[in-house]
């Protein structure tokens, strides 16, 4: 469990050569290699997702794009990182909604303010959730689930992340809509809660698309819903939470990217529409689809928008849920 001195000391020595003196960014912006921090371990869907619009950006600007991994503690450290770089236009971050909008309601001490201590540039992707059972699991709809587990006599255990993870939130709503009493069993991985999901030791759990696609395909998960409001083009087949009728059940992940609170406006201009072209790109939304994940459609004025309301309703749901990290 990381403590409140734990996370700003990661924090501090991560951060340590940051620059914190603004520069202004002239007409030749940009003139050198620009860095996107994400969060996730190279290979993750937030690494892959941050690469292919890195290539895309980087032929938009004439400039490198690169990504640089900054794993750790809730995605603390890369946010801390990004906020605390040289608000220059050189640093950015695919921030996620966990990280952006949830995080800080969650954990009592975060290292960065969502709000202040960054701008929005673009919204990038979403990524949505499945209700997953196992394969030998006779329940055929989310509806005869639970009222398979409405006659088990106990509660039905759930695979999590842990508190404030999206896999722990929308399965705290599902038992809330449904009026089952649900008890979480945490992991530190999900190819863990895939693994125990699969062998039949969890009742369900909610995990995104791009990491269960190939075990449901396989038959080795059964899918019963996404939990979104609208189907999604990757498993058209699934019906939705709210089709299912367990409206409240919605979380989908999103992806943003996000520069340090001052960095110069004409900086944040190229950025945004480097990123917003890349995103337009039908050979680049194939292939971020590919990852089973949805790309992005709104223009940053929308972002902004978007950005303030989801920060608000999380807030709303996590105190409702009363979760809480010390």
Same mark, same amino acid.
């Given at each position: 469990m990381w403590n409140r001195g734990m996370v700003y000391a990661v924090c501090a020595a991560a951060c340590l050569s940051a620059q914190t003196v603004p520069v202004r960014a002239g007409d030749d912006f940009p003139a050198r290699p620009v860095s996107i921090y994400v969060a996730n371990a190279p290979g993750s869907q937030a690494d892959l997702l941050g690469r292919i619009l890195a290539q895309g950006m980087a032929t938009r600007l004439g400039q490198s794009v690169i990504v640089e991994n900054r794993v750790g503690a809730s995605g603390f450290i890369a946010a801390r990182a990004t906020a605390q770089a040289a608000p220059d236009g050189y640093t950015v971050m695919l921030g996620s909604s966990g990280v952006m909008a949830i995080n800080p309601h969650v954990y009592a001490s975060v290292p960065y303010d969502a709000r202040k201590d960054f701008v929005a540039l673009t919204y990038v992707a979403s990524s949505p959730n499945v209700f997953l059972v196992s394969a030998t699991t006779e329940a055929g709809s989310l509806r005869d689930f639970v009222d398979a587990a409405g006659k088990a006599g106990r509660p039905i255990n759930? &695979? *999590? /992340? &842990?508190?404030g993870a999206t896999t722990n939130i929308v399965s705290q709503l599902f038992g809330r809509a449904a009026s089952l009493p649900v008890t979480e069993i945490s992991y530190k991985s999900e190819p863990a809660i895939i693994n125990? /999901?699969?062998g039949g030791r969890l009742d369900f759990s909610v995990l995104p698309i791009a990491s269960t696609v190939t075990y449901i395909r396989s038959g080795k998960l059964k899918a019963l819903a996404v939990t979104a409001r609208k189907r999604t083009d990757f498993l058209a087949e699934l019906p939705t939470t709210v089709e299912a009728g367990y409206e409240p059940v919605q979380m989908t992940q999103w992806y943003g990217l996000f520069a340090p609170a001052g960095t110069p406006k004409e900086a944040v201009s190229k950025l945004a529409a480097a990123a917003e072209a890349t995103l337009a790109d039908p050979d680049t939304r194939r292939r971020i689809a590919q990852l089973g994940v949805e790309p992005g459609g709104l223009d940053r004025q929308a972002f902004l928008r978007f950005f303030? *309301?989801?920060y608000e309703e999380y807030g709303t749901m996590v105190k409702r849920l009363g979760?809480?990290?010390d």
């Open positions: 759930f &695979g *999590s /992340l &842990g508190p125990d /999901l699969v303030a *309301s989801q979760i809480k990290v």
